[in-house]
């Protein structure tokens, strides 16, 4: 064994998932959220920006809406369909990504990054529990793709 295999740690399957995990939460709608304490981060995903094409038209909740999980937040529109955003959580909306509004297809670009929908203060952090993580996402993905 070199001497530089004997001071790198072996990585378990395990260590290496936390670290490729991204810590977003999924819905089975494919909205996600990251969150930061009690504040959570709100978009969709690159499946869904995919399923629906290029984005032409954002509506996103004001700040200080209260939201309830599963409720419609907004809507996106797309050259091909238009689809209702759901909450992941409930809570009050704390701000929105107004250069989406100017530049909708920003969400196309960048859905996990650039593209987030809004930011909310999260009422019960119980509710993610209730989410899916990547993994589960990952799978369900797959799933809902392979019955279609």
Not at 29 to 50: N, R, S
Not at 123 to 144: G, H, P
């Amino acid at each position: 064994m070199s001497f530089l295999a004997r001071l790198i740690p072996t990585v378990s399957a395990r260590t290496a998932l936390r670290f490729a995990s991204s810590g977003r939460f999924y819905t089975k709608k494919h909205e996600w959220i990251l969150v930061d304490k009690t504040v959570g981060t709100v978009g969709i995903t690159d499946f869904a920006t995919e399923q629906l094409g290029d984005v032409v038209f954002l509506e996103l909740p004001e700040a200080g809406t209260e939201i309830e999980k599963g409720d419609s937040t907004g809507a996106v529109e797309s050259v091909k369909a238009a689809s209702d955003i759901y909450a992941p959580v409930s809570g009050t909306v704390l701000e929105k990504n107004t250069k989406l509004e100017d530049e909708p297809g920003m969400i196309n670009k960048s859905p996990l990054e650039k593209g987030w929908l809004y930011k909310v203060q999260i009422k019960s952090v119980d509710e993610l529990k209730e989410l899916l993580n990547e993994d589960q996402y990952n799978t369900f993905k797959e799933e809902e793709e392979a019955a279609h």
